[in-house]
């Protein structure tokens, strides 16, 4: 298996442009999440799925969309980029639908937004 | 929202047991707490976790005090690749019925040669 793929692994961004993080999990987890950590930070909680067609918000939610079409991709996308979203996200999955529980990670993707 | 408070760094000794200890004095009764580390820039990997009684699997053994409000992760016989961050986390329900994971800062666990 194998586990959760982020992609891209570096991106590049100018202010205002928009661009897709990938994520994808083979595992059939039913939850899925995206993280932000910033620099000697931890991880923030930016979006999250309970399942197919369930999305909600987490604790930085802004500027941030996401969509759950599929059991095994969860999409965050940046509408129009700011350099305050310069970060390493991380995508992570978990078999529970009621939640976070064992999670499993990706390896990051980082952003950088000039 | 129970929260959890670690020392901001630790050293072991190669070999030596750590003993990473983390302070949730607000956890309520069905909160489980949930230990997970971050080597260099790499996406968090689960180490345990447990509600009330001690657990023990292949990576760790996390020791919870009888009345909950603090816990301590114990790494048998650190080697080098166990220098990470290692977070200690209280699961906690959202607004929205479910539950998630939120990560403080953690502990940078140094183990020396």
């Known amino acids: 298996n194998a586990g959760v793929t982020q992609t891209p692994k570096f991106q590049v961004l100018k202010t205002g442009q928009s661009m897709t993080l990938q994520c994808a999990q083979d595992?059939?987890?039913?939850?899925m999440s995206w993280y932000r950590q910033d620099p000697g930070m931890g991880l923030r909680l930016i979006h999250y799925?309970?399942?197919?067609?369930?999305?909600d918000q987490g604790e930085v939610p802004n500027g941030y969309n996401v969509s759950r079409s599929t059991t095994e991709d969860f999409p965050l996308r940046l509408l129009s980029a700011a350099p305050s979203q310069t970060s390493v996200y991380f995508c992570?999955?978990?078999?529970?639908?009621?939640?976070?529980?064992?999670?499993?990670f990706g390896a990051g993707s980082r952003l950088t937004v000039l | 929202d129970a929260k959890t408070t670690q020392p901001p760094s630790m050293d072991c000794a190669e070999g030596r047991a750590a003993n990473l200890p983390c302070n949730h004095s607000?956890?309520?009764?069905?909160?489980?707490v949930y230990w997970y580390r971050q080597i260099h820039s790499q996406g968090p990997q689960y180490i345990i976790h447990?509600?009330?009684n001690n657990e023990t699997n292949e990576m760790a053994s996390l020791i919870i005090t009888e009345d909950r409000k603090s816990s301590t992760l114990i790494l048998p016989h650190a080697t080098l690749r166990d220098t990470a961050v290692y977070y200690c986390?209280?699961?906690?329900?959202?607004?929205?019925?479910?539950?998630?994971?939120?990560f403080g800062k953690g502990t940078k666990l140094s183990v020396i040669p």
């Open positions: 607000t956890i309520s009764g069905n909160e489980y």
């Open positions: 595992m059939n987890h039913e939850y």
């Open positions: 992570a999955s978990s078999p529970a639908r009621s939640g976070a529980n064992v999670l499993t």
């Open positions: 799925s309970v399942g197919a067609g369930i999305t």
């Open positions: 986390i209280v699961r906690v329900r959202s607004g929205a019925g479910s539950y998630q994971l939120t």
């Open positions: 447990g509600l009330k």
